[in-house]
């Protein structure tokens, strides 16, 4: 649809162009203006792309309504209509950037082919821009994607040359969309307009992998659990999948993007232990409470469920929260501190294995037998760094695993792999898989399966004949559209490109 705005000071004038805008073949929405103060005021509120004015109207000439409207809106298309067979007038309109000048009466004829080529003129720039809003959101969405996973300065370096890395210090906030399925290899094109618009709200979308997906806000005082609650509800009504979001912390810099995602991967794992909890945030977390208002018990499930995920780094934060809150604390009895520390060291010894090897009332009664803080702090952390060896220890076999679930992708990298059905193959608990394989890979399974799978399908771009949508489904992707998204996303350029070798040069275009 094209606006068209009619300006004239003859109603009987603006109805006889109306008339003759009707018979045009396109669709045009029509708005109509008596003189060039009402005109110039339209313009400025809607979106105009064709003006058609009278050149002799009160308060401001045609030639001065066109002077002042390509001033502030340099593309817009401006017809010219006179009864005046002036020379001089059609010199001064094309100096003043008129496209076409029709004298009156109009003839149908005239006014038709006149009105098909502003047409066809818009249509290119319309066309022309779009294409270049996609190019600039392309080239976002590839650099922001390998900063978040690289962290590499390089990165941020080349993306500097090319778009305006300041716009990525609008983001303040980001929530990771995570389906059971995937469910964004066949989610429509549109999905990032249809969340915009449901959200009424700023964002920018990223799509990581077939089963997750990044959104990031700019606003700053906001509610985004909230935000997060409206996103869940929208999609289940709408897609009728599980869905599971988790809601990073505020943050201030694009340089922190890698360690929110970072963060937000990790509290996804949390739904492989809370499975009825489909929000995730870090607001519970007692790292990010003040020390007067953590709770010990919030330390301790924090504690349990780094011990049952194996993960020391976040077990080793957690317990020096705890030892922070007790150091100079005089206010709690020896006793009541004892019987926290006792806990950690209980906690530990849940671990079937690690309590084989070693005997919790042996250490129990150390801890109780300690005549100061500094002693209990000792017992314990002899616990925590004999927990630790012994998952190292433990690697060995754990790595065995992580090998084993390599080979099979590599083996069946065509078929639908998830999570849940990996952790299967190798009798392990989803969580559980998700720690050490990242652990030992550097990255989530649904990245690594994304990787691998980009990589054959180089392989197969650049040693075979097949069709592209052969080579999409050979390497595990249902839908062909969302296959070349995803290549594109990931090197720079379509895979037609690059099987003839010139992706460097859409890369530098």
């Not at 249509?123 to 600039?136: D, G, L, M, T, V």
């Not at 790595?399 to 009798?427: C, F, G, P, S, W």
Request: net charge negative.
């Amino acid at each position: 649809m094209i606006n068209v705005l009619i300006v004239d000071d003859e109603k009987i004038e603006r109805e006889g162009l109306k008339y003759l805008i009707s018979t045009e073949t396109k669709e045009h929405k029509i708005f109509e203006a008596s003189n060039g103060r009402e005109a110039l005021q339209i313009l400025r509120e809607e979106d105009i792309q064709l003006l058609l004015t009278d050149i002799k109207m009160p308060h401001m000439t045609g030639l001065e309504l066109s002077k002042k409207a390509k001033e502030e809106q340099p593309d817009l298309q401006i017809i010219i209509f006179s009864g005046f067979s002036d020379f001089a007038f059609a010199q001064e309109a094309i100096r003043y950037g008129v496209t076409e000048y029709i004298l009156k009466p109009v003839n149908p004829e005239d006014f038709h082919r006149v009105i098909q080529r502003a047409e066809v003129t818009i249509a290119s720039r319309i066309k022309k821009e779009s294409r270049e809003i996609k190019e600039k959101i392309f080239l976002q969405q590839y650099f922001l994607q390998n900063y978040l996973y690289s962290g590499k300065k390089e990165v941020l370096e080349k993306a500097g040359e090319l778009i305006d890395l300041n716009k990525w210090n609008d983001w303040h906030c980001a929530i990771l969309l995570e389906s059971d399925v995937a469910f964004f290899d066949t989610a429509e094109e549109n999905l990032d307009q249809v969340l915009q618009q449901e959200l009424r709200r700023k964002i920018f979308y990223l799509n990581l992998n077939g089963r997750q997906s990044l959104v990031l806000f700019q606003d700053v005082y906001c509610d985004y659990q909230l935000v997060a609650n409206h996103i869940y509800n929208f999609m289940k009504r709408e897609y009728m999948e599980r869905f599971y979001l988790a809601v990073s912390r505020k943050f201030e810099g694009y340089e922190n993007l890698p360690s929110v995602l970072e963060q937000l991967e990790q509290q996804m794992e949390e739904k492989f232990y809370h499975p009825d909890k489909h929000i995730f945030t870090n607001e519970d977390d007692p790292l990010n409470m003040a020390v007067g208002e953590v709770q010990d018990s919030q330390i301790m499930q924090a504690i349990s469920e780094d011990i049952t995920r194996k993960d020391t780094e976040q077990l080793q934060k957690h317990f020096e929260c705890l030892k922070e809150k007790y150091h100079d604390n005089t206010q709690y009895s020896a006793m009541y501190i004892k019987f926290v520390f006792s806990n950690v060291i209980q906690e530990l010894f849940q671990e079937n294995q690690f309590s084989g090897e070693r005997r919790l009332e042996h250490e129990i009664e150390r801890l109780y037998n300690c005549r100061n803080i500094k002693e209990i702090l000792s017992v314990t952390e002899d616990n925590i760094k004999e927990y630790e060896a012994f998952l190292e220890r433990s690697m060995d076999s754990s790595r065995n695993e992580v090998t084993a679930v390599k080979n099979y992708i590599y083996q069946h990298y065509d078929e639908d792999l998830n999570l849940e059905m990996l952790a299967e193959k190798v009798y392990l608990s989803s969580g559980y898989l998700s720690f050490i394989f990242k652990k030992e890979t550097g990255m989530n399974l649904n990245r690594y399966i994304r990787v691998f799978r980009m990589e054959k399908t180089k392989d197969l771009l650049c040693s075979t004949n097949m069709k592209v949508a052969q080579v999409s489904e050979k390497v595990g992707f249902a839908n062909v559209s969302y296959f070349c998204r995803s290549f594109r996303d990931y090197y720079g350029s379509s895979p037609e490109s690059y099987r003839k070798g010139t992706a460097e040069d859409e890369q530098t275009s």
